[in-house]
């Protein structure tokens, strides 16, 4: 059973991301995975204390920093196949919760000076933005470089937004973000056929920077 | 045999840009893909005339606006497993030669309005981006998202950067950009697991309209 | 006297954001100028409601959501005549913490549905973002235009940033950070010289739509 | 007289963008402003050779990399006290003719290096975007950043927008662009009385770094 976790980051239980959200919902289920969906404002996440850049081993998973709801809400996404980032857009971003709870996720990726690997790496995820006014794009590409940045596997047509008040009568946005849930779980069961951990670290340097020498004297 | 073509949108030949490209390239090759590298200033690409915007029909791959060298660039993607685009950053952008091409490859998404599907539909990207200032995670998130609104499937890790002058100096970004090459081919055989295009378009709206509501009576 | 607040999103109090703030500090006081530093960490600031998507008529300022700093914090803006926003980067943004502040700040910018203008209309901006990785111009990009859309001009040089883990070995970045401040004061008292509002919301928009069609006729 | 060039990155003579142009234009004008209008896909603007990353003294203005007709029309901009980026949006961003045109004015800001100041130091700048689909904030927030960082002035309320396909039918958009012309040229104004350039770069490093201790010391 694939497992995606749908992470919501608005305040409005039935409003305009979360219409779409349960829409991208569906596509999962049909696709044949299953969906959890977490309200971030139904949870205490605090800001991240930024403990790496003091030093980069005080930073590590479950994080240390409080004991608030962080922990408990991240371990779904550990568990899980993949995920949604599903957001308003407030000035041109994600809602200040889920920026609160991106930067916390940096006690899973930050797992790569621990155990080697990020927590995340290998995760399949897609995105869906909501508001009524311009700027989705901008809170989309935060969201996707991020979660990559982390080790996500972002699918093909992982997007989906939309500026209508009611985003059920914008064709388009409903269109995409049932696909976003069905190219989840899709990528989520090639992904599955691979074998270990996506970012190889131990590769010689030697080597790697002999490519360019050796290149040039062809 | 997996074939990946390097778009390099860097004037220098043997560049900081061109020096990561080659790290890239070594990484597609160990992991057994082929590669072909395509140094867009070479070529002549000259700028989108957005025919889309006066009627959608009107723009379709081959580009019909220029006679000039595009169509044969772009056949090189078309063509390819996946690709990479490797750019210096001119002001916290790809290189004007970069954007040009990348406006171009409206011509092979809009083809989802003349066979049904984009014609970079499930192809694998990954990203390099260099520049001795800052600005480089503002390139890379942008190549990023508009290359998966084409429909590009991004693998974990799919970016390398460095602001040093001398990338080879910078031992993360040579790691980097391996994993890029490793990565994209990984992803590539993967992806040739699934079947057929990823986006779905024919889904009856009532049905993907319904959705909330069906939820809400839960 | 130009009162010039300086809002710290940084947790570490002397740490490398506020080194460069405090750089730019001294270029304030260089200037003529005032300082006053807010460090967001040690106030309790929640995270927006999105009230303004329910109707435009519930979001003011004081903002009415919660009882928490929020209020008192924004005050000391409305105060002043400029400010600058300093920040770690945070996964190629602000921290969540001043995210959190920026988001509510709408209570703000929708008092032009209340009072005919944004509080912060007419107010001068420099920023500062410190990441020992990229991002920096991601976080800058996304603080400038957001002031500028809640009506905050920005001075030329209006932006200072590092990449070293300590920012007084950063030459340019010291300098640039003196020069935001010097910048926020000159600026500061041309702007004074202005009359009014800047958004100006009255013009009969036939007048406005006829522009184009006199235009055509010439 | 006030002189507001606007740079117009549109192919497409009477569309949309051109449409919000001339809206702007009019702002200029009621503000006592004179406008010229420039259309770049009327020239011929090469891509930037990146001189400046081999040796920072080769790029300077007039740019010597080609003889096309970049040269021509930057000297409108160096001429002038303002102008106004109008642009569609093509993926996300300004069109490549804009980009090729931005590039290329690193031969304007890199004068630092040899007389000093950049040549766009104290022009003031506004922006417009229109895009049928979304990513006008992204564009915008790109145009915006890369002119400040070339040492331009932002007013107050320097972006105008559009997502329709006639631009006359968004009341927003229109006020907004004639608010762009109108603040373009107000900021102007009292930029002049200003004196001399806003970058000041010959602080001694010593006292810069010395802000610091002396702070911690209080």
Redesign the interface.
């Known amino acids: 059973m694939v497992k995606i976790v749908i992470v919501n980051g608005?305040?409005?239980e039935?409003?305009?991301t979360s219409?779409l959200a349960?829409?991208a919902?569906?596509g999962v289920e049909d696709a044949g995975g299953k969906v959890e969906e977490v309200r971030l404002?139904s949870y205490r996440i605090n800001?991240?204390?930024?403990c790496v850049?003091?030093d980069v081993k005080k930073c590590y998973f479950p994080c240390p920093a409080y004991n608030d709801d962080f922990n408990y809400v991240a371990k779904k996404l550990i568990d899980s196949d993949g995920f949604i980032l599903a957001t308003?857009v407030?000035?041109?971003?994600p809602?200040?919760?889920l920026?609160?709870?991106?930067?916390r996720l940096?006690s899973l990726e930050n797992m790569i000076f621990h155990v080697g690997r990020s927590l995340l790496?290998?995760k399949v995820a897609g995105f869906i933005a909501v508001g009524?006014d311009?700027?989705?794009?901008?809170a989309?590409?935060?969201m996707?470089?991020?979660m990559?940045?982390m080790?996500?596997?972002?699918?093909?047509?992982?997007?989906a937004?939309t500026?209508s008040v009611d985003p059920?009568e914008d064709?388009q946005a409903?269109?995409d973000a049932?696909?976003v849930g069905?190219?989840v779980v899709?990528?989520t069961l090639?992904?599955r056929?691979?074998s270990g951990v996506?970012?190889?670290?131990d590769?010689p340097?030697d080597y790697?920077?002999s490519?360019?020498i050796t290149?040039?004297a062809r």
Chains 1, 2, 3, 4 share one sequence.
């Open positions: 608005s305040p409005h039935n409003g305009a219409k349960r829409v919902a569906r404002y800001p991240c204390m930024g850049s003091e308003p407030y000035w041109y971003a809602s200040g919760v920026k609160n709870f991106i930067d940096t790496d290998g009524a311009s700027g989705v794009m901008t989309l590409s935060y996707v470089i991020v990559n940045s080790g996500v596997l972002i699918p093909p047509w992982a997007i937004y500026h059920l064709e409903v269109r049932y696909n069905l190219n899709r990528a090639l992904a056929r691979g996506w970012y190889k670290p590769v340097i790697l920077r490519v360019y290149q040039q």
